[in-house]
């Protein structure tokens, strides 16, 4: 994500000579390069605007250059916002307005005019802020000292939010089956998906892959066999079945990138004819090398699941469902059927294979792990609405197994909702959330928000605010809203 680049604009003029302009520019390329150190992107000072067409020559930049994903805003001194009109309606990107200022301070015993000035973000940020508020410009403005922490956090989330939209609109996804039959949740518009995420979704017939999977060499099988052997512990003696799925995993692998870089892969449990397992542990895996995964045909977590771990650097993240409560404490049990990530486990995983009472196939070979806990996670859901994609997002602590479950063989998590059980179930509930979900213990609340700001999608946050009441009135209101602009 490093090599992805932010450019940071300053806004100025010409008005106040070129004394004050050297400084503005001294001081915007000290405050990027702080900056840059703090941001899992990079950062670079592109120029000093003073004029319309300055302007348009640097949003023309910006939108050229492949690696740019965003820009960051600020105005130093005055910067009449006229001037910002024809650049702004050229940018592709996302913008973020740093409400800034050079100084933390106020220079008390020496402050005069000329220094006033010089350091007018007050001034300056309001008259760059209405234009951009009169364009309906749908920006992030982050407020604060450029090295204060709470700035710079938030700042990060936008940064990492704005690569994530650049990677969104690569993301392909490979689907060996259409929905589950009778599912509602997981259905949505393709269509709709790809002009507002940037997400192709391409179906294959499952014989395509067992063309693929029949082409794999048992050397291929013994190499990564030893990397099995590295990264878990084998406790099967049907090796047979755990060598069946690494042909899996390096059949699958080899089809995504040989058709054109697939990032997630879509399966089904009833549509695996040529297969004689469901592939768990092929898909466990893949999961931590970074593909995206959904189950049943559910091609929205699959293509969520791969910009999530991407912005979340492949650490845990993936696939989760939730699955049955402890009603006594509060608590959820998530799993599913083999296909969780061993991004999430606790302990060291163990490759197991055990009959799979769904599917009618032979045992198959699985990961199976405790889950990790977290203080902070979010469990993350995508659902068409009819007329909008609704990005749901809810605040969960992961916690420790209270207890052993010896007799459950996959990969799990146990979590807390936020704000509560009671209202956070039920305010999943109303916002139509599905069971299947992308969870991360890497990612936070205002990283997802970010991001489904900058997809221009509805997104509706279930954190510790949450109020059951003003929330089910923010999803009416919501109808009115997408009813009226689309
Ligand atoms: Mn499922």
Redesign the pocket.
Known sequence: MKEKVVYWLTGSQTLYGDDVLAHVAQHSQEMADYVNGKMPVTVKYLTTCKSSDEVIAAIKQVNADENCIGIITWCHTFSPAKMWIKGLHMLQKPMCHFATQYNEKLPYDTIDMDFMNENQAAHGDREFGYIVSRLRMDNKVVVGYYKDEEALKELAAWCKAAAGIAFSKTVKVCRFSDNMRDVAVTEGDKVEAHINLGWQVDYYPIGDLVQYIEKVTEGEVDALMAEYDKKYTMATKNIAAVREQAKYEIAMDRFCKEKGGYLGIVDHFGALHGLNQLPGLAIQDLQSKGYGFG??GDWKIAALGAVMQYMADQKGTGLM?DYTYDLKDGLCLGA??LEVSPQFAATKPEIQVHPLGIGGKSDPARLVFEGIAAPEAVAVSMVDMGDRIRLIVQKIELVKYPKKMPNLPVGGLMWKYQPNFKDGVAAWIYAGGA??TVVSSVLTVEDMRSLGDMWGIETVVIDEHTDIHEFKKQLTYSDIIYKSRF
Do not use: L, S
């Open positions: 189950a049943e469902e599913h059927m069971h299947h």
